[in-house]
């Protein structure tokens, strides 16, 4: 199963950045999806998920900054992000949303940096 994760960098305060993942299809259908990240020193966490009808779903942090969305016909996640901050600085992952029943993978695939800094 491909979890492949791209689009991260570094931009200033304020500033946007879109990450993609691509999925392997049977993965991806079958999944409600989630982006996550984890900083240096501190736990992976989910920071969006969104479910196989286009539900989606945030943590308070980034509520009104972020966006997830899906393209089935790509087998592709989306999270746009908005009004980047400083502390939004890590590295960022995509897997399944384990919100509604869906399974976790085991590997993670390798992640995109996203530095936020001046």
């Known amino acids: 199963v491909q979890l492949q994760a791209s689009g991260g960098g570094l931009v200033q305060p304020g500033g946007s950045l879109r990450l993609s993942c691509a999925v392997s299809k049977s993965f991806f259908s079958l999944n409600d999806m989630g982006w996550y990240r984890q900083a240096p020193g501190r736990q992976r966490e989910l920071v969006a998920g969104?479910?196989?009808?286009?539900?989606?779903g945030y943590r308070a942090s980034v509520k009104g900054r972020f966006s997830i969305s899906r393209d089935n016909a790509k087998n592709t996640v989306y999270l746009q992000m908005n009004s980047l901050k400083p502390e939004d600085t890590a590295v960022y992952y995509c897997n399944a949303d384990p919100t509604y029943g869906s399974k976790i993978l085991h590997s993670w695939g390798q992640g995109t940096q996203v530095t936020v800094s001046s």
């Open positions: 969104i479910t196989r009808g286009g539900r989606p």
